[in-house]
């Protein structure tokens, strides 16, 4: 079977088993989407906002330093959306039609279904996302203060731009 045809399965299997879910999206960590069944939202805009929040939520988790990045949920007045890490290089998105009862089952058969749709995904070679998640974040960059710029690369007193003549 198929790498496409397994992911597709998972997904499928999930919906059926958790009526809450109204829709999945599985998208690189780039942001691209790679599959999705959600009928009335915009999947591709939804596959990159999730790598921002992804990407946002573990970032935080770096910092903090208080173990390693599990899901980033959003939970609105009429439900919720959760991304988890699927494999190295995909997430898996889920967007419930409302706040789910048991948000922890919900998680946990999220999580095994992410492990299983990403382990297929990493086996079948060629990268899904345009980073792995663990290359996803460089150094944050450190500012320079201006009183270290040489005096040409610094601000003039006096402005550069003039208004053309009418």
Same mark, same amino acid.
Do not use: I, K, M
């Given at each position: 079977m198929d790498a496409? +045809?397994?992911v597709g399965t998972e997904l499928r299997g999930l919906r059926r088993r958790r009526p809450e879910i109204? =829709? +999945?999206v599985l998208a690189g960590t780039d942001g691209l989407l790679i599959s999705s069944d959600l009928p009335s939202t915009d999947a591709t805009h939804l596959a990159a906002l999730a790598a921002a929040s992804f990407g946002l939520g573990h970032r935080v988790a770096d910092t903090v330093q208080r173990g390693e990045f599990r899901e980033s949920v959003v939970c609105t007045t009429a439900g919720c959306v959760v991304t988890y890490p699927a494999g190295r290089t995909a997430l898996l998105t889920l967007v419930t039609v409302s706040a789910a009862e048991d948000l922890g089952a919900l998680h946990e058969e999220a999580r095994a279904v992410a492990r /299983?749709? =990403? !382990?297929?995904?990493d086996r079948r070679g060629g990268a899904v996302g345009a980073t792995s998640i663990q290359d996803a974040h460089g150094p944050l960059a450190v500012r320079t203060p201006m009183a270290t710029l040489p005096a040409q690369l610094r /601000? !003039? !007193?006096?402005? +550069?731009? /003039? /208004?053309p003549p009418i």
């Open positions: 496409d +045809t397994v109204a =829709g +999945t /299983r749709a =990403g !382990s297929v995904l /601000r !003039s !007193s006096r402005p +550069t731009w /003039r /208004r």
